[in-house]
């Protein structure tokens, strides 16, 4: 089994930032990569950011340039730093990692955190 905790969402102004976390626990023995996602109201789920294990990175267009993704590999953990937030980007952020564990492989997904951008 493996456990994705998400945290660092709330209610920013326009224009301000936040800090999203996302740490993978459990039996896991490799992790091919994480992911950042979102959801807003009447909307389908969209992949916003991406870090693979060696590193890469890819952004959707949307948050390219305002939005960051990092890793603390020792920790399975990444981050979403969010600068330059704009209303449009409310939304639950759902955090993805994929990767081996010892029984097979994995996707596995958190329970979301909200993300609420409005002045």
């Known amino acids: 089994q493996v456990q994705i905790v998400e945290s660092g969402g709330g209610l920013v102004q326009p224009g301000g930032s936040l800090r999203l976390s996302c740490a993978a626990s459990?039996?896991?023995?490799?992790?091919?990569?994480m992911g950042w996602y979102r959801q807003a109201p009447g909307k389908q789920r969209e992949l916003i950011a991406v870090?693979?294990?060696?590193?890469?990175?890819n952004y959707a267009d949307s948050v390219k340039g305002r939005f960051t993704i990092s890793r603390d590999s020792a920790k399975n953990t990444v981050y979403l730093q969010m600068n330059s937030l704009k209303p449009e980007d409310t939304a639950v952020y759902y955090c993805?990692?994929?990767?081996?564990?010892?029984?097979?492989?994995?996707?596995?997904w958190g329970q979301g955190t909200q993300v609420t951008v409005s002045s």
């Open positions: 870090i693979t294990s060696g590193g890469s990175t």
């Open positions: 993805n990692a994929a990767g081996q564990r010892t029984s097979g492989v994995f996707s596995s």
């Open positions: 459990g039996s896991i023995f490799s992790i091919y990569g």
